[in-house]
């Protein structure tokens, strides 16, 4: 697949279990942050978003925090499903820019 | 509704020479834009149109990489002549008015022999 050569880490979690995924950003000009599930031969599907004026953000299974602090970023999924099992991507976007920096991903395992 | 749609979904060809990748983006949307992720890298800006006008090209990698987007709705992507390095996946995306919530297709595998 297109992740062959692109070293991920992983990030195994039991089904039931809940699962963080961490992402580090760089630029404190940043004022948008997404995050993105792909799954093997598909694009990048839209889980959540959130703008800089904002520390968290709920959806539904899903929770995205924000700590322009130390630039952290992270998303939280509630009760993982073998449906969750994907690589996921944080992207950043700086102000007054429309394109999207993104990290190099990490894949979630959902064991049975 | 549809989402954003690429064609084809894989193209193997011989260095040299060219290929036209295409975009659907999802209809009404404004912002169409081109990413790619070559092996071993993360996804990579390329450009960015408003309607039919090219608003940032900066991510495009040299000239033989070209972009229309004409009459404002679906966009080509040009590669000629195609080199090894062009290997990877393009995708494209799209945004309705600004640059939030960008919506990306299925992407289109190039690989360059």
């Known amino acids: ?112 | 509704e549809a989402g954003v749609t690429q064609f084809p979904s894989h193209s193997v060809i011989e260095k040299g020479q060219t290929v036209t990748l295409r975009c659907d983006p999802i209809s009404g949307h404004d912002n169409l834009y081109w990413y790619r992720r070559v092996m071993g890298k993360e996804i990579k800006f390329l450009l960015h149109f408003v309607k039919e006008s090219k608003q940032d090209e900066s991510g495009m990698p040299n000239n033989r990489f070209l972009a229309e987007r004409t009459g404002g709705t679906y966009s080509t992507l040009k590669v000629q002549p195609a080199e090894l390095e062009d290997s990877g996946v393009y995708f494209c995306a799209s945004s309705r008015h600004g640059p939030y919530e960008q919506y990306f297709g299925p992407g289109t595998r190039l690989t360059v022999t």
């Not at chain 1, 062959?4 to 992402?23: A, K, M, R, Y």
């Not at chain 1, 952290?72 to 073998?82: G, K």
Request: aromatic residues 10%; charged residues 20%; glycine residues 8%.
């Open chain 1, 1 to 112: 697949g297109e992740s062959v050569g692109l070293h991920l880490p992983t990030l195994s979690v039991q089904e039931g279990d809940n699962s963080i995924i961490n992402c580090a950003y760089s630029n404190s000009a940043s004022d948008y942050f997404i995050w993105y599930k792909q799954e093997s031969g598909k694009g990048p599907q839209f889980i959540i978003d959130i703008r800089s004026n904002m520390d968290k953000r709920q959806g539904q299974r899903v929770t995205v925090l924000l700590n322009k602090t130390v630039k952290h970023l992270s998303l939280q999924i509630a009760a993982t499903q073998p449906g969750d099992s994907a690589v996921y991507f944080c992207a950043e976007k700086t102000s007054g820019t429309y394109k999207y920096i993104f990290g190099t991903g990490t894949r979630l395992k959902v064991l049975a």
